[in-house]
């Protein structure tokens, strides 16, 4: 079983930085890959950042620049460092991992970027 959580939410002002991380439980973590979605109040789920396997990246046009989706497979956990943040950042934002095509969602953590 594995079982991603994420920390690292929080309040920050516009223009800020915030650090995300999932750990996810099991031993092949390095299989594994790991999407960042969120979900703002009232909108629908969103891909934020994907990370493979190889570590190839991919993110939603809306944070290009701005935010950095990485790995370190030795501890079990990926990160999405997000520059810039904008008000519309604000949202829920979950880790999910791809586990031989079973998605395995975190509880999520709640980021809040004030104008």
């Known amino acids: 079983q594995v079982h991603p959580v994420e920390s690292g939410g929080g309040l920050v002002q516009a223009g800020g930085s915030l650090s995300l991380s999932c750990l996810a439980s099991?031993?092949?973590?390095?299989?594994?890959?790991v999407t960042w979605y969120r979900r703002a109040p009232g909108k629908q789920r969103e891909l934020v950042a994907d990370?493979?396997?190889?570590?190839?990246?991919k993110y939603s046009d809306f944070v290009k620049g701005r935010f950095t989706i990485s790995r370190d497979n030795g501890k079990n956990m990926v990160f999405l460092q997000m520059n810039s943040l904008k008000p519309e950042d604000t949202a829920v934002y979950y880790c999910?991992?791809?586990?031989?095509?079973?998605?395995?969602w975190g509880q999520g953590t709640q980021v809040t970027v004030s104008s």
């Open positions: 999910a991992v791809n586990s031989g095509g079973v998605l395995f």
């Open positions: 990370i493979g396997t190889g570590s190839l990246t």
């Open positions: 099991g031993s092949h973590f390095s299989r594994w890959s």
